[in-house]
């Protein structure tokens, strides 16, 4: 499960829309009247309560998903995770690490945004210190990831 992608999809629905514009007016939409992640970015990891209200909406719509997983186990792979609390459900627990400026670089070209932008983003991740895993790996190590999805087969 790609918390990443479930985030990205939480924007789209029209309920979470509808209740994000409803607090930040249009001034966050993009040209075709989407959720522009970037102009609701320099607002709300500007701003604790903000963050936290957005963070609170499109959590409950993840939520949702997460529970109809229809697997005893979710793997969570996102260093912008916002709530323990899906680690805390999960059978087995996954920290995939990344070189961090491979990270960076991957995550600017991805999503189109500045090296200030991304510093403001990762200055609102949730450090991993205080998480319980059960395997942490690098991304480049190809074979204990195959190792792990073979234990899921």
Known sequence: MDID??????LKDDNVKKRIVGIFGDI???E??????????????NDKDLKVTVYDITWNY??????????????????????KRYWDIATIRV????DYFER???VIKRDNISEEYFDLRE????????FVVDYKINISDLDKIEELVNLFD
């Open 5 to 10: 992608k479930l985030a990205h999809k939480a």
């Open 28 to 30: 966050i939409l993009d």
């Open 32 to 45: 075709e009247g989407n959720i522009d992640r970037k102009k609701l970015g320099q607002i709300v990891f």
């Open 62 to 83: 993840m939520d949702n998903c997460i529970r109809t997983y229809k697997n005893d186990c979710v793997i969570l792979d996102w260093y912008n995770i916002v709530n």
């Open 95 to 98: 920290l995939v690490e990344r």
């Open 104 to 106: 960076r670089a991957d």
């Open 123 to 130: 200055a609102n991740s949730v450090q991993y210190d205080d």
